[in-house]
Structures are given as structure tokens and as C-alpha cells.
């Protein structure tokens, strides 16, 4: 069922099956449209060091992007300039600050013990229950958790800054 010749990929070292160049792993992979590159497709008939990832779009970066449209070095730059945006001229509430905790008790009647025997006595069982208000806000808009639109965020931070061409 398997010729002796080896897997087309980098590194793979598996028999080719019958009429393939390709081990049964790689079977359903396509290889990079580059002459002489031995690398499986990631987009676009290319494989990520020919291309077949986005770059970050920082100005005079050539990483491949991983958050949003930017690379992991720059999105992390990026979250710090969003946040020292958002102490400039406004006062926002730590985090401790907008929890409220409040308790409430719950009595129990009865209580299977490991004799199986119950006991009538009863427990106090304290509950804590945490409000969280509103989510803070930053420029007069409301700050979404999301990562998506965390991303946002930070690109029209990146863009006021002419950090990034897009």
C-alpha cells in the first residue's frame, strides 16, 4: 500500500502512500507555490515565511501579526500607550473600587453525615454576592471587555499616533 519514498513536508519522515508524494498525515495539505520550499500551505498558496500570514502593520515591522493587525512586541506597546491615554485628563475607578460586597445567610435543616445518620442542628452558610457597576469609561465611550473591541481601541490609539499605516 506504501511506496519507500519519504513525505514531501520538512521534517516528516513518514512513507508516502501509493500514487502520493505525501505520508497519510499530510495527505490533505497542499504544499507553498515558492520553487524549492518544502512547507505546507497557511493561506493564500503560501506558507508563513512566504507570506501566507498577515505583517503587523507598525511602520518598519516585518513580524507577522498575532493581536489584531499587529505583532505580539506591538500590541503589548499598544495597551500601554491605550492606557496612559486613558490617565491623561480623567480619573477612572480602581477596581476595588467598583465592587460591592454584600452577604447573605442560608440555614440548612438537616445534614447527612459519614454515619448516614442526620442531624437536626443547624448551619450558617454565608453567601458572598459581588455588584459590579457599569464598566468604566474612557473618552466619553464605553470601555467594551471584549477583545474585540479592545483591538479597536487600540488601533484608533495607534492611528491618533501615526504608529500604524492602516
Keep these: 500500500m506504501q511506496d519507500t519514498g519519504r513525505c514531501f513536508f520538512n521534517d516528516c519522515f513518514a512513507l508516502v502512500l501509493v500514487g ?15 520553487l524549492d520550499c518544502r512547507n505546507q500551505v497557511y493561506a493564500r498558496q503560501r506558507c508563513v515565511k512566504h507570506g501566507g500570514k498577515r505583517q503587523c502593520q507598525v511602520v518598519g515591522c516585518s513580524a507577522n501579526s498575532r493581536v489584531g ?9 499598544s495597551l500601554k500607550a491605550l492606557r496612559r491615554l486613558g490617565r491623561q485628563g480623567q480619573k477612572r475607578k480602581q477596581h476595588a473600587a467598583t465592587k460591592t460586597p454584600t452577604t447573605a445567610t442560608k440555614t440548612t435543616t438537616s445534614t447527612t453525615r459519614n454515619g448516614g445518620s442526620s442531624d437536626d442542628g443547624t448551619a450558617d452558610v454565608v453567601l458572598l454576592n459581588v455588584s459590579i457597576e457599569p464598566m468604566a469609561y474612557l473618552a466619553d465611550e464605553v470601555w467594551d471587555m471584549s477583545l474585540l473591541a479592545l483591538d479597536k481601541v487600540c488601533m484608533e490609539a495607534l492611528r491618533s499616533f501615526d504608529v500604524i499605516r492602516v
Design 20 to 34: 502520493s508524494w505525501k505520508c497519510h498525515f499530510h495527505r490533505h495539505r497542499a504544499r507553498c507555490v515558492v
Design 69 to 77: 493587525h499587529l505583532c505580539s512586541q506591538h500590541a503589548s506597546d
